[in-house]
């Protein structure tokens, strides 16, 4: 049985991928989004000369190495400008982000002013120009603050907002609908028969996709049924869901009735079954517009798989560069044997040396039911195919976890 590379299932899955359209969402729904459309600033930020500090409006000229003495004419709290044109020998009381007066060029800060009546004598002497912030020093109107690829944060979003934008452009969430199959499935808080489990899988594809930026869409647990099979996956498409994921009845047996049923539902398929492990018989296709990813039942195959197809495939649609999980490296803490064909990711903990360099120790365990071991695990050793045994102490490719 042949089976297809780890990175030419990939290359296949993303190929032709494009992102989704683009929808405008008010800046309080845009946090973690990914920017659709170049953001080009309406205003000038700030749109008059401002003063930096607390103090006074001078006149740069004015000041002499002698104590200067200087009237103070008025005032220029934010949000109210001085109105009148300061003349040599004046000064006006200004606070921080008011338009620097008419006149004015320079900021002499309260502490470095004695203030009597409507005098003040200058006590140190500022630079020229001291605490004004010119106009625009910010941003100008028509500049370009923020491109794509960009997935929105706080800083952008303060920016976004200080550009005067009420809304932002956004490519829309992938919607992903997740279809557990299986008769031995049970949904988690429930009471499972003396021949059954509880449906895990789910609730890690759904966080995921979440974590992507991605929109999960439960579509609960399908019987190794045919007909019931079939009726949960034209819901799929009846919500004309991005992605579909399966999870579980990819294999080989009796009861493994997927890729049948979709078959029969339309589905032009693109691969089955990869030089991977865990994960082999992953499969991927597409049904109408909607790709179709069968990801194994085994709960370590299906999260596995979900990292290294299901995230990409998400980043390609929101836009982004679908490369991020590339390897890092860490110390190999115990000896692993030679690899077979299958690439392998070796569940490892992830700790630091002395030195403080990253070291991966594999599971002695590596069975791909074992949801605790993935749960503690730092990192995934990377293997590929027919890899010689390794001893501790070499450099191993990782990805974090
Ligand atoms: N004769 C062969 N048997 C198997 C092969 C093979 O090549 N030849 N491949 C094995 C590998 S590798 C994997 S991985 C599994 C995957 O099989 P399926 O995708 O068909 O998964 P199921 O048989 O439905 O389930 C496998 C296992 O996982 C449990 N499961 C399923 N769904 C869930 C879920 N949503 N949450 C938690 N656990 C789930 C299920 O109860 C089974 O224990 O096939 C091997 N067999
Ligand atoms: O590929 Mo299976 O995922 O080895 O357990």
């Known amino acids: 049985?042949?089976?297809?590379?780890?990175?030419?299932?990939?290359?296949?899955?993303?190929?032709?991928?494009?992102?989704?359209?683009?929808?405008?969402v008010a800046l309080d729904q845009a946090n973690g989004r990914f920017l659709a459309e170049p953001l080009v600033s309406t205003r000038n930020q700030p749109p008059f000369a401002a003063s930096a500090m607390d103090g006074y409006a001078i006149r740069h000229s004015d000041l002499s190495s002698d104590k200067t003495v200087l009237e103070v004419i008025?005032?220029?709290?934010?949000?109210?400008?001085?109105?009148?044109?300061?003349?040599?020998?004046?000064?006006?009381?200004?606070?921080?982000?008011?338009?620097?007066?008419?006149?004015?060029?320079t900021i002499l800060i309260q502490e470095n002013a004695?203030?009597?009546?409507?005098?003040?004598t200058v006590l140190e002497l500022p630079q020229k120009s001291a605490f004004v912030r010119p106009?625009?020093?910010?941003?100008?109107?028509?500049?370009v603050l923020l491109?794509?690829?960009?997935?929105?944060?706080?800083?952008?979003?303060?920016?976004?907002?200080?550009?005067?934008?009420?809304?932002?452009?956004v490519i829309r969430k992938p919607v992903v609908a997740i279809l557990a199959t299986g008769d031995e499935l049970v949904r988690p808080g429930q009471d499972p028969g003396p021949d059954q489990i509880i449906a895990s899988n789910h609730a890690g594809i759904a966080a995921l996709v979440e974590d992507c930026g991605g929109s999960p869409l439960d579509l609960g647990i399908s019987r190794d049924d045919p007909i019931e099979l079939a009726t949960h996956v034209r819901r799929a498409l009846d919500v004309k869901a991005d992605i579909l994921v399966t999870l579980g009845g990819a294999s080989v047996g009796d009861h493994d009735l997927v890729q049948d049923v979709l078959g029969q539902e339309g589905m032009d398929l693109a691969f089955w079954r990869i030089a991977m492990r865990p994960g082999k018989p992953l499969m991927a296709g597409r049904l109408g517009k909607t790709k179709v990813l069968g990801l194994p039942g085994n709960p370590v195959s299906s999260l596995v798989c979900g990292l290294l197809f299901l995230k990409p495939l998400l980043q390609a649609m929101l836009g982004q560069n679908p490369n991020q999980?590339?390897?890092?490296?860490?110390?190999?803490?115990?000896?692993?044997?030679?690899?077979?064909?299958?690439?392998?990711?070796?569940?490892?903990a992830l700790s630091e040396d002395e030195n403080g360099r990253a070291v991966a120790t594999p599971f002695s365990k590596q069975d791909s039911s074992m949801l605790n071991l993935l749960a503690q695990s730092g990192a995934l050793i990377v293997r590929p195919p027919h890899a010689l045994g390794e001893?501790?102490?070499?450099?191993v490719p990782i990805l974090k976890l």
């Open 1 to 24: 049985m042949s089976l297809m590379p780890v990175s030419e299932a990939l290359e296949n899955l993303l190929e032709g991928v494009e992102p989704r359209e683009t929808v405008q």
């Open 114 to 120: 004695e203030r009597t009546g409507n005098r003040i």
């Open 325 to 348: 999980t590339s390897p890092q490296q860490a110390i190999l803490g115990a000896d692993l044997p030679e690899n077979d064909r299958r690439q392998d990711y070796v569940r490892a």
């Open 74 to 105: 008025g005032e220029a709290p934010a949000g109210h400008g001085f109105t009148g044109n300061v003349q040599s020998g004046q000064a006006v009381r200004i606070f921080t982000g008011a338009p620097v007066p008419e006149g004015t060029d």
């Open 147 to 169: 491109s794509p690829p960009l997935c929105l944060t706080y800083r952008h979003l303060a920016l976004a907002a200080a550009m005067n934008h009420e809304q932002v452009p």
């Open 391 to 395: 001893t501790a102490g070499t450099m």
């Open 135 to 143: 106009a625009g020093l910010d941003f100008s109107k028509g500049e």
